[in-house]
T-cell receptor, first 116, second 113 residues
């Protein structure tokens, strides 16, 4: 079965450093998402992306965050200057789109980001 | 705004049924979902229900939806130790024509012999 893949599975960085989290969505999917889960808390929506632009972003997704689809397969999340509170599990997700039968969101296994 | 609430913990004996409950706020949600998260793993879609349905059964899983009370439940029959995980309820929220999911905090299911 096709799956969303994320790399790396774990990322440790120093506060103030830039990180890029990488995702390869399912190949025929059109909608892409980033979510995050701080330890012990809810899974929170960060951003959705469609047709090469951000379609919606949450309050968490401030100027330090950016997303990009640099080629036909990758979808990246960049945090420009990491803060301690950015430590979380980051999940990428994708959806086929195109109507009611394609509402299912498929998640990757996540990247655990630790900011020291 | 949209919100999803779940109880945080449930403990059951192996072989018994588990019922995990969830309430949501957005009456316009078209789909409601149950995701499973095993330790160190990602979110696995277990099942989902369309908002015009009351019930959906999928092998050992039964989803019940009460739209009037905005209450969703997941029943796992004959619960096994392999069912131990965190179960997330999620509602779809359409904003500006684009779909996103709003998750609850997750219910940790512990299955003991």
């Amino acid at each position: 079965e096709p799956e969303v893949t994320q790399t790396p599975s774990h990322q440790v960085t120093q506060m103030g450093q830039e990180v890029i989290l990488r995702c390869v969505p399912i190949s025929n999917h059109l909608y892409f998402y980033w979510y995050r889960q701080i330890l012990g808390q809810k899974v929170e929506f960060l951003v959705s992306f469609y047709n090469n632009e951000i379609s919606e972003k949450s309050e968490i997704f401030d100027d330090q965050f950016s997303v990009e689809r640099p080629d036909g397969s990758n979808f990246t999340l960049k945090i420009r200057s990491t803060k301690l509170e950015d430590s979380a599990m980051y999940f990428c997700a994708s959806r086929a789109g195109g109507g009611a039968t394609n509402e299912k969101l498929f998640f990757g296994s996540g990247t655990q980001l630790s900011v020291l | 705004g949209e919100d999803v609430e779940q109880s945080l913990f449930l403990s059951v004996r192996e072989g018994d049924s588990s019922v995990i409950n969830c309430t949501y706020t957005d009456s316009s949600s078209t789909y409601l979902y149950w995701y499973k998260q095993e330790p160190g793993a990602g979110l696995q879609l277990l099942t989902y229900i369309f908002s015009n349905m009351d019930m959906k059964q999928d092998q050992r899983l039964t989803v019940l939806l009460n739209k009037k009370d905005k209450h969703l439940s997941l029943r796992i029959a004959d619960t096994q130790t392999g069912d131990s995980a965190i179960y997330f309820c999620a509602e779809s929220a359409i904003s500006g024509g684009y779909n996103k999911l709003i998750f609850g905090a997750g219910t940790r299911l512990a299955v003991h012999p």
